[in-house]
């Protein structure tokens, strides 16, 4: 079955862009999926497939994709964009989450 | 407004049942797979099942699918998880979740917390 690799956390400082890599076979052939995560709240969907983004979303999120790493890009992190983040790949049926990446802003 | 509501969380004992449902309301309901994903306590998320429009094709995460059964009730607007067997590592947050299309979760329910413990 698939897999999908985030590192354990990241910092950026407030302002800045974070980077959120998440790593899987092919992953750029694949339909994947972002969600963010508040500490206490349910995930939210934040982007899905190729950079389109739910209703209410900032296009400060945005995602590229090449070969074996899809990024989460963050412009301007906003105190509020502390989170854990979520990559998802879908499988036709099933999906797989990465393991999440703890966003910290500085 | 589109919402998702689950219950039926709870503590049980190991061996023990549970079934879990998630309200939908909002939406055309039966126009959508619905998903059930769990977190166990500060780990990440996991894909539990997943049901089609109709209920009759299900997925299931490969180690769960011997003891856990997703079902809907699209007259009711209702998606089912049961388990059976739990054990301590079932222990987790439950979320019900509104399958836009291509995997994509766009509707959270707030969870229902289930305990699996003597």
């Known amino acids: 079955s698939s897999e999908l690799t985030q590192a354990l956390s990241a910092s950026v400082a407030l302002g800045q862009t974070a980077r959120i890599t998440c790593q899987g076979d092919?992953?750029?052939?694949?339909?994947v999926h972002w969600y963010q995560q508040r500490p206490g709240l349910a995930p939210i969907l934040l982007i899905y497939?190729?950079?389109n983004r739910p209703s209410g979303i900032p296009d400060r999120f945005s995602v590229s994709n090449s070969g074996n790493t899809a990024t989460l890009t963050i412009s301007r992190a906003q105190a509020g964009d502390e989170a854990d983040y979520y990559c998802?790949?879908?499988?036709?049926?099933?999906?797989?989450f990465g393991g999440g990446t703890k966003l910290t802003v500085l | 407004q589109v919402h998702l509501v689950e219950s039926g969380g709870g503590l049980v004992k190991p061996g023990g049942s549970l079934r879990l449902s998630c309200a939908a309301s909002?939406?055309?309901?039966?126009?959508?797979?619905m998903r059930w994903i769990r977190q166990a306590p500060g780990k990440g998320l996991e894909w539990v099942a997943c049901?089609?429009?109709?209920?009759?094709?299900?997925y299931y995460a490969e180690s769960l699918k011997d003891r856990f059964t997703i079902s809907r009730d699209n007259d009711k607007n209702l998606v089912y998880l049961q388990m059976n067997s739990l054990r301590p590592d079932d222990t987790a947050t439950y979320y019900c979740?509104?399958?836009?299309?291509?995997?994509?979760?766009?509707?959270w329910g707030q969870g229902t917390m289930v305990t699996v413990s003597s």
């Open positions: 497939g190729n950079n």
């Open positions: 092919d992953i750029a052939t694949t339909n």
């Open positions: 909002g939406f055309r309901f039966g126009d959508y797979y």
């Open positions: 049901t089609s429009t109709s209920g009759r094709t299900t």
């Open positions: 998802q790949l879908y499988d036709g049926g099933p999906v797989v």
């Open positions: 979740a509104k399958d836009l299309g291509g995997g994509a979760c766009d509707i």
